[in-house]
């Protein structure tokens, strides 16, 4: 629901009490989750709201989806370990994942340090320890003084896994190796994406993803004898196949906002305008029919 003012607001609690079998089903799924836990997590857990509010982005303002990657020692020391901007098309359907993040200026490194520093304490004091976590923000950078402004999306409590093969193919780290040594261990990573990403050492590399929200055969929206070609090639990094060309899509996958995920295309590159050109043409070539994608203006000026 789209809450826009105190008398939305009111309708929408009124829908949700008028509602028994709604309650009721949202009673059951938290019950469900409540009986999984011990007693001892039972007595701290305290009163479990049947919904939850958050934040309404207003993407015509220039707000940017980034994804931050960060871990915490047993000590409760906080480790910023990587950054990655989000992509999309104008109706959002996902287009690309790229890192370092292109959009936001190295310079403004220490307020997003500040501000996840800030969030993250609360829940160390809380025992959040020995683990990986990895936080989906907005920034906005069209305030009077040209720093950003944020915005919180969600928190994940492990390490946004897709990211390892930017990771490794841009900043040679393993962040799959750097999880188990932290959880076992307790050996904080040294040598980080966002060490590499601070000094400028880096160059680019984009997740190039390739989804559908059409119903039909996958080999029938994409040109499987150009993926082919283009995965023997070594232009790419990597190729990985999510959905097998045979898999036909029901009208249940369609449904998905971002589009149902085919291919997830690794390159690496100098600079964003070379990722921006080469994921154009990938675009173009590997499906059948032109979509008629409308990208962000500042991705394909780029």
Not at 10 to 19: A, F, N, P, T, V
Not at 190 to 209: F, H, K, R, V
């Amino acid at each position: 629901f789209c809450i826009k003012s105190r008398e939305d607001f009111d309708e929408i609690i009124g829908l949700y009490k008028s509602d028994a079998k709604l309650r009721g089903e949202i009673k059951n799924t938290n019950d469900a989750i409540i009986s999984r836990m011990t007693p001892e997590e039972k007595s701290a857990l305290g009163p479990v709201p049947p919904f939850l509010a958050e934040h309404r982005i207003d993407l015509s303002k220039n707000w940017v989806e980034y994804c931050y990657e960060g871990c915490i020692t047993e000590e409760g020391e906080i480790v910023h370990y990587a950054m990655t901007e989000e992509v999309y098309f104008e109706d959002h359907q996902s287009l690309a994942y790229i890192t370092p993040p292109c959009s936001y200026p190295r310079k403004f490194i220490p307020e997003l340090q500040e501000y996840i520093e800030g969030y993250m304490k609360g829940l160390v004091k809380k025992g959040y320890l020995r683990q990986f976590f990895n936080i989906e923000l907005w920034a906005n950078f069209s305030t009077p003084d040209g720093k950003p402004e944020f915005a919180f999306c969600e928190i994940n409590p492990r390490c946004a896994h897709t990211y390892h093969y930017g990771y490794m193919y841009v900043y040679g780290t393993n962040l799959y190796g750097d999880n188990f040594n932290l959880v076992l261990d307790n050996k904080k990573p040294e040598n980080t994406p966002w060490s590499q990403w601070a000094s400028g050492t880096a160059n680019y590399c984009t997740e190039i993803l390739l989804t559908a929200k059409q119903v039909g055969k996958v080999s029938e929206i994409l040109d499987y004898e150009y993926i082919d070609e283009l995965e023997s090639s070594g232009k790419v990094k990597l190729i990985r196949h999510v959905k097998d060309r045979n898999y036909e899509f029901t009208a249940d996958d369609s449904k998905s906002f971002a589009g149902a995920t085919m291919l997830q295309i690794w390159i690496v590159t100098d600079t964003p305008a070379e990722a921006a050109k080469f994921e154009m043409e990938i675009r173009q070539k590997a499906y059948r029919t032109d979509l008629g994608w409308e990208y962000p203006s500042w991705w394909s000026s780029l």
